[in-house]
């Protein structure tokens, strides 16, 4: 009888293959917290990708199945399949899961951004001169430029970056901001910060992505004399959306600069694992 006892005792606390496989994917990521989780669930799926463990035309493993099997979050496998999509190896399908495409990645060249301050490109000594700030509601010819709908309530706060506090003037600055984050304008006069960091940090705001847009234009009167240039110069007009939690944009910088005095340069590098003979280096 004991030993019947001790046999079933030892069934129910063996592991089953499901937990097994689960403690053998954990226990294979890196410790070095400096490669970020979503990128070492990535390396294990490449792996098993290029193993054939998941082969062309087959689909990996669900989300819910993934998170289970990393102990990760659902915004951690998304980023990791993520990965795998931007390298041309899989297609996520609506309702059906994700597919495997390929066991080579496509090559891709990327813009390597450590930081979003990285995206401007003014000097250290640039300040902020406020002009304006008003609630206001975006009608359909602003809606199109701010990609939202007509309608929508948004603070505009309006001014001049400059070279110090009395210096040439850079760029005429139209910051859209939702209305919870307006007051954020009052501390704007003179502060050489950008103004999505201040968000930032005053409503502990994250920043998950933002988007940049280049587009040619003509100045106005009123913009071209606060920029000390002719009425009707060509301008080069950089926009950025920021994006917080859940998707939601929080706040867009319309920044005119005359075409003479801006430049914007980009640097492009190989992207990461876009083929074997490349590789990630910290």
Not at 247 to 276: K, M
Request: net charge neutral; proline share 4%; charged share 25%.
């Amino acid at each position: 009888m004991q030993a019947e006892l001790s046999k079933t005792a030892t069934a129910k606390t063996e592991p089953t293959k499901t937990e097994l496989a689960k403690k053998s994917s954990v226990a294979s990521l890196q410790s070095d917290t400096r490669i970020p989780l979503y990128r070492q669930i990535s390396d294990q799926l490449l792996a098993g990708i290029r193993e054939g463990k998941f082969p062309v035309g087959t689909f990996l493993p669900g989300e819910l199945d993934l998170i289970d099997r990393f102990d990760a979050s659902r915004h951690t496998i998304r980023e990791a399949l993520r990965v795998l999509e931007d390298m041309g190896l899989v297609k996520r399908q609506r309702g059906r899961g994700t597919v495997v495409l390929s066991t080579d990645a496509s090559p891709a060249f990327v813009q390597m951004v450590r930081s979003p301050s990285e995206l401007f490109g003014y000097p250290d000594s640039s300040m902020f001169r406020l002009l304006s700030d008003k609630r206001i509601k975006a009608d359909k010819s602003l809606a199109r430029e701010l990609g939202c709908q007509a309608g929508q309530e948004w603070v505009q706060i309006t001014g001049l970056r400059t070279l110090g506090s009395d210096g040439m003037p850079i760029c005429w600055a139209s910051v859209y901001v939702i209305p919870e984050y307006g007051s954020i304008a009052q501390r704007l006069g003179g502060s050489a910060r950008p103004v999505y960091e201040m968000i930032a940090e005053t409503f502990k705001e994250s920043i998950e992505n933002i988007t940049v847009r280049l587009t040619a234009g003509v100045l106005s009167a009123q913009k071209a004399e606060a920029l000390g240039v002719e009425a009707g110069s060509p301008s080069l007009s950089v926009s950025r959306f920021y994006q917080g939690r859940g998707g939601r944009v929080f706040e867009v910088s319309i920044s005119e600069h005359p075409a003479s005095n801006f430049s914007y340069t980009f640097e492009f590098t190989r992207g990461w694992q876009t083929a074997d003979h490349w590789s990630w280096s910290n």
